[in-house]
């Protein structure tokens, strides 16, 4: 028996653009348990004094494309919070990447943005957006950098260096290679890095390759500092 190819939604990301720059898309943070657009098709009665065996028959009507629909980590005065706050009445193209890369893109038109905030747990949105015409499917697509690898820590002989992979759409796994003077480090392909006294004077770069089945896009971060003593 085959192997499942059912997968968990982790990684996927929104985004969403204005309707006049449809390719300069903001990346909406921290979201979860999305419901992708799910269309209904009404069906027209279409019976008629002779339909066959006195049975009723239907066509095809029109097609509803639905909502879609996520829950995310409110963090108010937020990017993503004044972004959901300015589409307030506005037709957005929006953008779900699956971790394979399959694309929706679709119009949609912001329902509701509501907001939860707790005593005792974490504040939380839920937004919807009403989809306007049919959506496009695409297939896989290579996997896009979202925001930059970033290296945080001292560049010095002993001292951990750990790279933050950034964000990521339509990637299923990542590896590292990290460079010393743009020249590989044999082995060091972990999120953390060591330097050693031969990487002194050297400044320390970390590339990060996010994969799909069918594609790989490969990102440095930015160099460190000369590696000290």
Not at 190 to 214: F, H
């Amino acid at each position: 028996m085959a192997d499942t190819e059912a997968s968990i939604g982790y990684g996927i990301t929104f985004e969403m653009a204005d309707i006049a720059t449809p390719t300069d898309f903001t990346y909406i943070q921290e979201i979860k348990d999305v419901t992708p657009p799910s269309e209904e098709t009404d069906q027209a009665d279409a019976s008629h004094m002779q339909s066959p065996n006195r049975t009723r028959e239907f066509i095809d009507g029109l097609t509803d494309p639905g909502e879609a629909s996520f829950e995310m980590n409110y963090v108010p005065g937020s990017a993503s919070d004044k972004a959901l706050i300015a589409a307030k009445g506005k037709r957005k193209w929006c953008r779900l990447t699956f971790p394979n890369g399959v694309q929706t893109l679709f119009i949609g038109i912001r329902q509701t943005y509501e907001k939860s905030a707790p005593l005792d747990d974490v504040m939380t949105a839920t937004v919807t957006f009403k989809v306007s015409g049919d959506p496009v499917h695409t297939d896989p697509t290579a996997p896009r950098n979202i925001s930059a690898p970033v290296i945080t820590g001292t560049p010095k002989v002993g001292a951990p260096l750990v790279v933050d992979p950034g964000i990521w759409a339509g990637a299923e796994r990542l590896e590292f290679q990290w460079k010393a003077a743009d020249a590989e480090i044999i082995g060091a392909t972990g999120l953390s890095y060591v330097p050693v006294t031969g990487d002194i004077g050297d400044t320390i770069t970390c590339e990060v390759t996010a994969q799909n089945d069918d594609f790989e896009t490969t990102v440095a971060s930015a160099a460190t500092a000369a590696v000290v003593a």
